[in-house]
């Protein structure tokens, strides 16, 4: 089994930045992709931006440009540098972790930009 801990979350006014961190526990070789999604109020859940153990990333058009994601050194953990936030950034942000096929999830931490 794998846990997910997110941490990073809170309240910032529009373009201001925060950082979300989180770190994977449990029985594993390695994880392939870690990644950032979010969910906003009355949307469904989307991506953000995932890396990759090799560090390849991915960003969703909306926030290139913006976000940075990265992978720790032990590759157990992942980062999502935000900055310039904007009111429609709020949501919910989940961590993920795929591991082969499956998909483990943090439990969310919520991100509220302010005008």
């Known amino acids: 089994q794998v846990q997910l801990v997110e941490s990073g979350g809170g309240l910032v006014q529009a373009g201001g930045s925060l950082r979300l961190s989180c770190a994977a526990s449990?029985?594993?070789?390695?994880?392939?992709?870690m990644g950032w999604y979010r969910q906003g109020p009355g949307k469904q859940r989307e991506l953000v931006a995932t890396c990759t153990s090799s560090g390849s990333t991915n960003y969703a058009d909306s926030v290139k440009g913006r976000f940075t994601i990265s992978r720790g050194n032990a590759k157990n953990t992942v980062f999502l540098q935000m900055s310039s936030l904007r009111p429609e950034d709020t949501a919910v942000y989940y961590c993920?972790?795929?591991?082969?096929?499956?998909?483990?999830w943090g439990q969310g931490t919520q991100v509220t930009v302010s005008s």
């Open positions: 449990g029985t594993f070789l390695s994880i392939n992709t």
């Open positions: 993920n972790a795929r591991i082969w096929s499956a998909d483990f």
